[in-house]
T-cell receptor, first 113, second 115 residues
């Protein structure tokens, strides 16, 4: 299993541009999450999904959108990028068993200039 | 809403010695999970250890163990026989028992291991 994969690994955007961060997991996990990590800080939840077709906002959803058309994929869309969205973005997934731990992708470092 | 506090931004330990990282949390839930994640310079988030709140016994994984004090809402991580590869940022995380199973992270403790 590849686990959780994210593309791209790095990206530089100009202010006002848009992009989609891709996330795929091959573990058949129902739960998927997007976090952002600002320098020297912990992770903050942007959006999450408890299954295909179901998404909901986390702590910091403004400026982002998500969709979940399949169990495997959970893309994060940035519209009209702003410097405040410069961060490292992590995708994670979790299964529906009794254990709650989340498995993380390698992250995408995004810079908006 | 739950909060997680890590009061030690930086810690250092001599190789082969023992170090304890502190974590406190605030919650009104009675059923939840607690985790320690390690983030090395590669930035990959790696699960170190987990603790179920309903279990009184402290979790142990090889050289890593926790001291879980439910009444005090404290969850510290002890690393024994520290190795150079243990150098990383360590995050404490609270796992809600709600339907979303969200994790709330602390701000992290940067651990340096001195040779």
């Amino acid at each position: 299993n590849a686990g959780v994969t994210q593309t791209p690994k790095f990206r530089i955007l100009k202010i006002g541009q848009s992009m989609t961060l891709q996330c795929t997991q091959d573990m058949n996990h129902n739960y998927m999450y997007w976090y952002r990590q600002d320098p020297g800080m912990g992770l903050k939840l942007i959006y999450y999904s408890v299954g295909a077709g179901i998404t909901d906002k986390g702590e910091v959803p403004n400026g982002y959108n998500v969709s979940r058309s399949t169990t495997e994929d959970f893309p994060l869309r940035l519209e009209l990028a702003a410097p405040s969205q410069t961060s490292v973005y992590f995708c994670a997934s979790s299964y529906t068993g009794t254990a709650y731990e989340q498995y993380f992708g390698p992250g995408t470092r995004l810079t908006v200039t | 809403a739950q909060t997680v506090t890590q009061s030690q931004p930086e810690m250092s330990v001599q190789e082969a010695e023992t170090v304890t990282l502190s974590c406190t949390y605030d919650t009104s839930e009675s059923d939840y999970y607690l985790f320690w994640y390690k983030q090395p310079p590669s930035r990959q988030m790696i699960l170190v250890i987990r603790q179920e709140a309903y279990k009184q016994q402290n979790a142990t994984e090889n050289r890593f163990s926790v001291n879980f004090q439910k009444a005090a809402k404290s969850f510290s991580l002890k690393i024994s026989d520290s190795q150079l590869g243990d150098a990383a940022m360590y995050f404490c995380a609270y796992g809600s028992s709600g339907s979303a199973r969200q994790l709330t992270f602390g701000s992290g403790t940067q651990l340096t291991v001195l040779p």
